[in-house]
């Protein structure tokens, strides 16, 4: 079965430090790629994702992400980092073969002022 | 524009009680259904999805249970709670032909 591994369950970070979030994925077929986002007290909303194509995806408010197959990785990165940007991180993945997705444990962001 | 909706956004019930979480589409037909539970430190867990009407596939066997009565219409169910089933419930969908979910704003069950 599918699954995915985020590497960093809590992130401390100051304000302009850069940041790269890792995302792992266990499959060897074609798979979409997701990241999302959970500001505190606010819903689940998508950052970015990756289809096809350019293997790096560029998504909302400067966050990018670059799909490596054979890396098996979809690492999540932003060059400086706001205090706004503190919030939990999701890493997910769709097999094409399938309906389901499989999300990642989570990343904890916390961004010191 | 599509929306969904879930309900209630907080619920709190004792031990042994039954529990049915809704959710509904607006705005879409035939989307993918989707419950998820979210609890700390173990990110969204996977625990049923629909492809259609009375189409329910379940990823981990526990104390709940889902239904699809209607297209845009996804219930969650136990006949019984349990104090583990306290947490944290996510509803999606997903477009068939587009492959991101959008998430509902979640309902915090409190089991006591």
């Known amino acids: 079965a599918q699954s995915v591994s985020q590497h960093n369950h809590h992130v401390i970070l100051s304000e302009a430090a850069s940041l790269e979030l890792g995302c792992n994925y266990s499959?060897?077929?074609?798979?979409?790629l997701f990241w999302y986002v959970q500001y505190p007290g606010q819903h689940l909303q998508l950052l970015l994702k990756y289809f096809s194509g350019d293997p790096l995806v560029k998504g909302i408010k400067g966050f990018e992400a670059e799909f490596i197959k054979s890396k098996f990785s979809f690492n999540l990165r932003k060059p400086s980092v706001q205090w706004s940007d503190t919030a939990e991180y999701f890493c997910a993945v769709k097999v094409n073969r399938d309906d389901k997705i499989i999300f990642g444990k989570g990343t904890r962001l916390h961004i010191l002022p | 524009s599509q929306t969904i909706h879930q309900w209630p956004a907080t619920l709190v019930q004792p031990v042994g009680s039954p529990l049915s979480l809704e959710c509904t589409v607006e705005?879409?037909?035939?989307?993918?259904l989707y419950w998820y539970r979210q609890a700390a430190g173990r990110g969204l867990q996977l625990l049923f999805y629909s492809v259609g009407i009375g189409q329910i596939s379940s990823e981990v066997p526990q104390n709940l249970s889902a239904s699809r009565p209607q297209d845009r219409q996804f219930i969650l169910s136990s006949k019984k709670l349990l104090l583990s089933d306290s947490g944290f419930y996510l509803c999606?969908?997903?477009?068939?032909?587009?492959?991101?979910?959008?998430f509902g704003q979640g309902t915090r069950l409190t089991v006591v």
């Open positions: 705005g879409t037909s035939n989307p993918n």
């Open positions: 999606a969908w997903r477009r068939v032909m587009n492959t991101e979910a959008f």
């Open positions: 499959y060897g077929g074609t798979v979409n």
